[in-house]
């Protein structure tokens, strides 16, 4: 199922609640039309890509079928889309349209079965598993709903974590400024058991942003979090986009936690089904609702 594009007439959101900030980032609507990368030839994998570098995440013609014959399932259905760099990009639609699917793809986590996926410009496609793994390491911060914070190590052993498999030395002074921005530079000796839920998860964004990936990708980052926490690392994610820059792509089931971003790509049983810019809650509901999600 799809609907037509839901940017016109969306009312203007106050979509970044960070009090100033402009939303940062490649112009609007540069998103790969549907159709146009065919024909164009896959680059080899780990090599630059031609075409615009404004993507900091793309897929083109993106298709991912789990199992095979009449079990199948056609999960991604020849999906392009691209996530501008320096911006807060949500992913949404109805359980099942494939967003979990699209992200994993993206983030080198699963293979997809048929397109092109790039990271920064490399082709991610058809890379051995090694390499791929590095560049998960080195590229790409993860924050997941169950926080995934290692029990035995302390808030500041887990937040390094990333950097010592990696065999680099941690940059002090960014440390620094994440810890704080992130209210944990009191509680780096805590073990997650010793943390809230809320401080749990934002030690996992700390971790996340402590190599300066490419792509910090969220899966549902506030579903186990209450409101006020929830707020609050929107906010935070929101500020990493204004002020370092960083690119953030979320899926999210929460109208109020996509109008935190600077535009929502919408999904519909595998397929692109529209995309809003400066979302309000009011319009991803509403757009929602046209997708029966
Ligand atoms: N490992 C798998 N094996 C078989 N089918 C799968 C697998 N993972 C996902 N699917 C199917 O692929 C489709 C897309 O799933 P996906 O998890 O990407 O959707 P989603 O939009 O993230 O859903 P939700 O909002 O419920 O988390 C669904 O029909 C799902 O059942």
Redesign the pocket.
């Known amino acids: 199922m799809t609907v037509p594009p839901v940017n016109q007439g969306a009312p203007q959101a106050p979509a970044a609640p960070v009090p100033g900030a402009p939303h940062a980032g490649a112009p609007a609507g540069q998103m790969p039309q549907p159709g146009a990368p065919a024909g164009r030839p896959m680059s080899p994998p780990g090599r630059p890509v031609p075409g615009p570098p404004q993507y900091a995440t793309a897929a083109t013609g993106l298709v991912k079928v789990?199992?095979s014959g009449p079990a199948a399932?056609h999960?991604l259905g020849g999906v392009n889309v691209g996530f501008p760099r320096g911006q807060f990009s949500a992913i949404m639609?109805p359980?099942?349209?494939?967003?979990?699917?699209l992200m994993h793809c993206l983030a080198g986590l699963d293979v997809a079965t048929q397109g092109q996926v790039t990271l920064g410009g490399i082709a991610l496609t058809g890379m051995p598993d090694k390499q791929l793994t590095q560049v998960r390491r080195d590229r790409v911060g993860f924050i997941f709903q169950s926080f995934n914070l290692l029990p035995t190590l302390t808030a500041e052993k887990n937040i390094l974590l990333p950097l010592e498999l990696a065999g680099r030395k941690a940059d002090p002074q960014w440390f620094q400024t994440i810890t704080q921005a992130l209210g944990i530079a009191e509680r780096l000796r805590h073990r997650p058991s010793e943390l809230s839920g809320g401080q749990q998860q934002r030690v996992a964004v700390a971790r996340a942003l402590v190599t300066r990936p490419e792509v910090v990708f969220a899966d549902e980052p506030t579903g186990a979090l209450d409101s006020k926490s929830g707020t609050n690392l929107l906010n935070f994610l929101r500020t990493s986009v204004n002020q370092f820059g960083q690119t953030v792509v979320m899926?999210t089931?929460d109208p109020v936690a996509a109008s935190y971003a600077d535009s929502v790509t919408l999904?519909a049983d595998g397929h692109i089904a529209g995309r809003i810019e400066r979302p309000t809650p009011e319009a991803v509901l509403d757009a929602l609702r046209r997708l029966g999600g």
Do not use: F, M, P, Q
């Open positions: 789990y199992g399932v999960a639609g359980s099942g349209s494939g967003k979990s699917t899926v089931h999904l």
